[in-house]
């Protein structure tokens, strides 16, 4: 199984694997990393990065930055450097738009030229990690895209550097119920309108049922919607009485990574038939 | 750094050093003050930085008595080029200063590097009109940055005035124009109750003075007040009107191409004593600049003052310049208005300050100016004048002007960028700027750049030596 194909199982688990750099001007490495990529708002997800130096010096000035989407706010959690703490480092943001439009520039300085006053230099072949976490106090996904380090040799005047490419980026999800969505349902005139409310922007499929077995999809569409579903096959009456259950088939696409990993189904207390949904993507 | 060093195998060519090559090739780059503001040590949440507004200041270029693009080019390059503000379909308004020769007006040199930058935007579909409304003041024809001679182009730009310039463009089919804007002097009954509009309909064409404006009425601090925008004809396209608030009208509507701002002040201690002292406003430069984008009418059929009162509505300078002496506060009102304007009217999407040359005594004395060969930027004109006037203008002169330092509360020139601050136009308090500066004579670079710089690479609009050049220019950046 390649790596890809590794990332992208732990991705439907809500994981990512750590992420190489695309391109890096030396033998450097730099791996990035989420526990998890859908959470609470509010929550935090946890970026880990990895770097090792691949040069034959150590590198000076070394910097990592991180172009985080605007809306989420981005705080440090530790920072080691060969194993052992840094506390002398410098966190900086720019502003909205500096470098990519709709992202603000984050950064991680282990040494600010030109004198390197912090002195944490990576010697080669050594290892730096920083840790941080990333939060959004509302609903809505974020693709993390553009990543970038910086290293300089200066008994040399040698620069080094790496990027992430298209394939490094990673999309996160805050969400404001566990399961992602909220759902509702209420008779109409001329049928059953459904109502859902989950990630902005996201596509759901609703599919309907007569025997809570087979499912026949209905409608594909952006978070939040209304739908009336008008098919009298399903002969209820305005008059029925609808009950929310949460009877989740985990033979169907799940709602993947959400707390409760399920797909919400409305089914009448009578007739056997009903409406489930499921986000319209697999990851 | 040694001559003819060896840098991954490059050798610089001509045998310059890397700092020589980098500076006669204006790499981007720039020096950042890193106030406590900006960087943050330990887990702090990096709230502050975005708060900052920024100001970019370049300076020393070598060609600024010539070809005078080196300054403005390397300013483009610190606020990511001229594509950040200006769409390709946009029409641009360059607001000048014209009302006063030499140094009194928008330095060209500085105008035309600017608009050479506009001009290279992919796809440059739209105009670019240099513009100002001299409210029939200054010295008369001839005297204008429009038309003045170059008699009167002492510490300006001597090659061409502002009409030269354009037509330069023309003859080059460029969409490149000139307008004068000119009040209308015919009376329009106020809403009621105030504030409120007076806007101009375009599908009336303009008045015979060629410039439409949509007026906004108000009381201010008890005085019935007057501000306004103009519409007027392209001069490039005919049927075309210009409103400065909604957009391109034609066709009987409005298009849905917009109207851009940059508003390019020079940097000058106001005196209309020629005296070298603070008068009422202290400097004149981007927060001051906003007389000439309304109308400040004068009484009719002649001259009769600054601060004459329109059927009961004072203008813009009566109703805060004008009380001065009287009232200290003046150069307050002035700077509150300014700030209504940009509040209610429309905001200019970027300033650009021309401080090639700056008249620490006053506006013309050709005597009176030092050549401080910097342009500074920003998208809001109080912290941008803060900064000219901390950095460039109160430092020159053989008496230098500190009255112009906003940095002593309650001069003037504090007065009015605290009065246009106070209606949430930028800052006054220098904790909360940002100044990123580019200095010809010391080459620098800064993260910022280095991170666009591999941005560009990625883009394919960059190799990996020129980011490892900056790299290399930001690690022994003094």
């Known amino acids: 199984m390649t790596q890809r194909a590794i990332a992208l199982a732990l991705c439907a688990a809500g994981l990512s694997l750590p992420v190489a750099f695309g391109f890096q001007s030396d033998n450097s490495s730099l791996t990035r990393s989420f526990n998890k990529t859908v959470t609470l708002a509010s929550s935090q997800i946890v970026v880990t990065v990895n770097f090792t130096n691949g040069g034959t010096a150590a590198s000076r000035g070394f910097y990592y930055a991180d172009q985080v989407p605007s809306g989420l706010t981005v705080s440090t959690l530790s920072l080691l450097l060969n194993g052992k703490a840094v506390t002398n480092y410098l966190f900086e943001s720019g502003q909205d738009g500096d470098v990519y439009p709709g992202c603000t520039p984050y950064r991680w300085l282990l040494e600010q030229p030109t004198n390197f006053t912090q002195a944490n230099p990576i010697p080669p072949q050594a290892p730096g990690q920083i840790i941080y976490a990333i939060t959004s106090s509302v609903s809505n996904i974020f693709n993390l895209q553009q990543f970038s380090w910086v290293g300089f040799d200066p008994t040399m005047t040698n620069a080094s550097f790496g990027y992430s490419e298209t394939t490094d980026q990673q999309s996160v999800i805050f969400t404001t119920t566990a399961a992602g969505v909220s759902v509702s349902g209420q008779s109409s005139a001329n049928g059953f309108m459904l109502g859902l409310n989950g990630v902005p922007g996201t596509n759901y499929i609703v599919e309907a049922s007569t025997n809570l077995f087979h499912w026949i999809p209905l409608v594909t569409n952006a978070s939040p919607f209304q739908f009336v579903d008008t098919n009298l096959l399903y002969s209820y009456t305005t008059n029925t009485t609808i009950t929310i259950t949460t009877n989740w088939d985990s033979k169907h696409r799940e709602i993947t990574g959400y707390t409760t990993n399920k797909t919400t189904t409305f089914t009448t207390n009578s007739t056997g038939f009903g409406w489930r949904f499921y986000r319209g993507r697999l990851f | ?478």
């Open chain 2, 1 to 478: 750094m040694g001559i003819n060093k060896m840098n991954n195998g490059k050798k610089w060519p001509y045998h310059m050093t890397r700092r020589q090559f980098l500076r006669n090739y204006g790499l981007a780059s720039g020096a950042i003050t890193l106030s406590p503001f900006f960087i943050e040590r330990f887990s702090a949440v990096c709230q502050a930085a975005s708060s900052l507004t920024r100001v970019y200041k370049v300076m020393n270029a070598p060609d600024s008595l010539t070809t005078c693009s080196q300054n403005i080019t390397q300013l483009w390059k610190m606020l990511d080029g001229p594509a950040k503000f200006i769409s390709p379909t946009d029409v641009v308004v360059i607001k000048g200063n014209a009302q006063w020769p030499n140094q009194g007006y928008t330095h060209t040199g500085c105008i035309k590097a600017v608009i050479d930058a506009i001009l290279a935007i992919p796809g440059f579909s739209g105009e670019i009109l240099i513009c100002d409304n001299i409210q029939g003041g200054g010295g008369g024809a001839g005297t204008y940055g429009f038309d003045v001679p170059v008699s009167s182009r002492i510490n300006n730009w001597p090659t061409y005035n502002w009409n030269q310039l354009a037509a330069s463009y023309q003859s080059a089919g460029k969409p490149v124009a000139t307008f004068q804007w000119q009040n209308d002097i015919n009376w329009r009954t106020p809403p009621s109750p105030l504030p409120g509009w007076s806007t101009w309909n375009p599908a009336n064409g303009v008045p015979n003075t060629g410039t439409a404006w949509s007026r906004y009425f108000l009381n201010y601090s008890g005085r019935n007040t007057y501000i306004s925008y103009p519409i007027f004809p392209s001069p490039i396209t005919a049927g075309r009107l210009i409103d400065m608030k909604n957009g391109v009208w034609e066709n009987g509507g409005y298009s849905g191409r917009k109207v851009k701002a940059i508003f390019m002040p020079p940097l000058n201690n106001h005196d209309y004593t020629n005296a070298g002292v603070q008068d009422y406003a202290g400097v004149t430069s981007a927060v001051k600049m906003f007389y000439g984008a309304t109308e400040i009418f004068h009484g009719s059929p002649s001259y009769i003052s600054d601060g004459y009162i329109w059927n009961n509505y004072y203008n813009i300078h009566g109703s805060s310049f004008s009380l001065w002496p009287g009232d200290t506060q003046a150069a307050w009102y002035a700077g509150q208005l300014v700030g209504t304007f940009i509040n209610n009217l429309y905001s200019p999407v970027l300033y650009i300050t021309s401080a090639i040359y700056s008249g620490w005594k006053d506006r013309v004395d050709t005597n009176g100016a030092a050549y401080t060969n910097t342009v500074l930027a920003g998208t809001d004109p109080v912290s941008l004048d803060y900064i000219s006037c901390r950095d460039v203008i109160s430092k020159v002169g053989s008496t230098p002007p500190t009255w112009l330092n906003p940095s002593t509360q309650n001069n003037n020139t504090w007065l009015q960028l605290s009065g246009c601050n106070s209606q949430g136009i930028g800052t006054v308090n220098p904790a909360q700027i940002e100044v990123m500066t580019y200095d010809f004579n010391n080459p620098t670079a800064t993260r910022l750049d280095v991170d666009r710089k591999i941005r560009d690479f990625k883009a394919g609009t960059a190799t990996e030596q020129d980011v490892k050049d900056v790299i290399n220019l930001y690690m022994e950046s003094e």
